[in-house]
């Protein structure tokens, strides 16, 4: 079954402590990005990364950090978590860009207290 | 980056055919449209998208009017499954990382 899986689902962390959200996909795609949902603002992504090695940042990319050294995974590091960062956090992929559907993880849901 | 202009929410019963209207009248030759929708507690599912014809799947159809400044994506028989947030997207091209631009989107309620 095509999907994309994020782990953990639920976190609660304190202030400060490093943390990391894995994501993969079984689908062989080169896309995979990263966003975050708040209320009242919507998605907004964080980083995208077209390739293996290759990254670049989305739109709200501050405290965020991504590495892609496969092509199945694209894991989100929170260096020094804050709790501006409390959100749900969604992890995509597709095979190409424009033309093409995107597979969304079913979320994980962060709370930095 | 092109932006998409939706009502806030729309009211459907249940197995009736529902029209989401979607504005977008400064979308660029290469914006493609692309439709998903979020069910409560799930990431997006992709919907449908389309360029310039109307397309058709399994799970809708999307009608693009021949300016492109607008399309309606259309749900046939509405169910209560159908109950969600569903976001009309232009597709951003190189310079904004192909990201999909969500919106505020539309909140569909079906009802019995």
């Known amino acids: 079954e095509a999907q994309v899986t994020q782990n953990p689902r639920y976190l609660i962390t304190v202030t400060g402590k490093k943390l990391t959200v894995t994501c993969s996909q079984n689908?062989?795609?080169?896309?995979m990005s990263w966003y975050r949902q708040d209320p009242g603002l919507g998605l907004r992504q964080i980083y995208y990364?077209?390739?293996?090695?290759?990254?670049d940042k989305g739109d709200v990319p501050e405290g965020y950090k991504v590495s892609r050294k496969e092509k199945r995974n694209f894991p989100l590091i929170l260096e020094s978590p804050s709790p501006n960062q409390t959100s749900l956090y969604f992890c995509?992929?597709?095979?190409?860009?424009?033309?093409?559907?995107?597979?969304f993880g079913q979320g994980t849901r962060l709370t930095v207290v | 980056d092109a932006k998409t202009t939706q009502p806030n929410s729309m009211e459907s019963n249940e197995e009736e055919p529902v029209h989401l209207p979607c504005n977008h009248s400064?979308?660029?030759?290469?914006?493609?449209i692309h439709w998903y929708r979020q069910l409560p507690s799930q990431g997006p599912e992709y919907v449908i998208h389309?360029?310039?014809s109307n397309v058709n799947n399994r799970m809708a159809s999307l009608a693009i009017a021949e300016d492109r400044k607008s399309s309606t994506l259309i749900l046939h028989r509405a169910t209560l499954r159908d109950a969600a947030v569903y976001y009309c997207?232009?597709?951003?091209?190189?310079?904004?990382?192909?990201?999909?631009?969500f919106g505020k989107g539309t909140s569909l309620l079906v009802t019995p």
């Open positions: 995509a992929s597709s095979r190409g860009q424009l033309n093409t559907e995107a597979f």
């Open positions: 689908m062989n795609h080169e896309y």
């Open positions: 990364s077209m390739n293996v090695e290759v990254t």
């Open positions: 400064t979308i660029s030759g290469t914006d493609y």
């Open positions: 389309g360029l310039t």
């Open positions: 997207i232009l597709r951003g091209g190189l310079n904004s990382g192909y990201a999909l631009n």
